[in-house]
């Protein structure tokens, strides 16, 4: 059985970002990308003095899931 359309397109992409050089210089990010990061800085979630303690259970959750994946066979 062959590889459905948008697996290859995603293998594809990914092969030519793996061959891409990055670009040179400073990464300059635009004035609406700064206002957003602004606006997620501002939620009560982000605030300082929040409880962020859930962060560290749901890494850790993750990480035991990784630790216990294995990669299946194409096809």
Do not use: F, H
């Not at 990464?27 to 979630?45: D, F, G, K, T």
Request: aromatic share 4%.
């Amino acid at each position: 059985m062959g590889m459905d359309e948008q697996t290859r397109r995603a293998l594809d992409a990914i092969a030519a970002a793996r061959g891409a050089q990055p670009a040179e210089g400073p990464i300059v990010l635009s004035e609406e990308y700064l206002r957003l990061v602004e606006r997620a800085e501002q939620l009560p979630a982000n605030r300082p003095g929040t409880d962020k303690a859930w962060t560290e259970r749901v890494l850790s959750e993750w990480s035991r899931l990784v630790a216990g994946s294995r990669r299946l066979p194409p096809g």
